[in-house]
T-cell receptor, first 118, second 110 residues
Framework: NAGVMQNPRHLVRRRGQEARLRCSPM?????VYWYRQLPEEGLKFMVY????????ESGMPKERFSAEFPKEGPSILRIQQVVRGDSAAYFC????????????????FGEGSWLTVV | DQQVKQNSPSLSVQEGRISILNCDYT??????FLWYKKYPAEGPTFLIS?????DKNEDGRFTVFLNKSAKHLSLHIVPSQPGDSAVYFC?????????FGAGTTVTVRA
């Protein structure tokens, strides 16, 4: 399966613990995006990364959240000292490259990681 | 700020009939529009897209129409099948960032 791989699919954390979500992009894709879906809402952009670079993190909460996409290995979304409001589905997506063409930028999503904070 | 709106949270349609899903946007800089389909506990699956230089794009049973002057797009599914029952998200972009609507839940009745 050459799709976007996310793990874990489900994660339960107590308040104050850390959550780490991992994402391996599709084969041949070097751009990774993280989106969050809160209950009854659409997906909201969090961060856009290329290998070893954060391109845009304007959608990330300023505190407790961080993301990386190292040269080797998956992209990781890290949430420190989780609170109940962090409970959501976190989706990773990837694309080969962003090109400003009439074809736009189609991104392909993984299955998601469901975080529950208790 | 809700730049992409799907005003119908749900739609029920009979199998074999047409499903029409609507989406409105406010940002005139958006120039690329996509529809994604999502089953419970799964990730969104890309369905179809359209660039602002077009007003229609068709792919099998799925057709997307874009009305730039009205800032409105729609997705037509013909004929609707039971497997089409899912949540459909409209998304728009001006660059690499997608803005999503809240989704429309489609139920196809046998």
């Amino acid at each position: 399966n050459a799709g976007v791989m996310q793990n874990p699919r489900h994660l339960v954390r107590r308040r104050g613990q850390e959550a780490r979500l991992r994402c391996s992009p599709m084969k041949g894709h070097s751009h990774v995006y993280w989106y969050r879906q809160l209950p009854e809402e659409g997906l909201k952009f969090m961060v856009y990364l290329q290998k070893e670079n954060i391109i845009d993190e304007s959608g990330m909460p300023k505190e407790r959240f961080s993301a990386e996409f190292p040269k080797e290995g998956p992209s990781i979304l890290r949430i420190q000292q989780v609170v109940r409001g962090d409970s959501a589905a976190y989706f990773c997506a990837s694309s080969p490259i962003f090109q400003r063409t009439s074809s736009g930028n189609t991104i392909y999503f993984g299955e998601g990681s469901w975080l529950t904070v208790v | 700020d809700q730049q992409v709106k799907q005003n119908s949270p749900s739609l029920s349609v009979q199998e074999g009939r047409i499903s029409i899903l609507n989406c409105d946007y406010t940002n005139s800089m958006f120039d690329y529009f996509l529809w994604y389909k999502k089953y419970p506990a799964e990730g969104p699956t890309f369905l179809i897209s359209i660039s602002s230089i077009k007003d229609k794009n068709e792919d099998g049973r799925f057709t997307v129409f874009l009305n730039k002057s009205a800032k409105h797009l729609s997705l037509h599914i013909v004929p609707s099948q039971p497997g089409d029952s899912a949540v459909y998200f409209c998304a728009a972009s001006a660059d690499y960032k997608l803005s999503f609507g809240a989704g429309t839940t489609v139920t196809v009745r046998a």
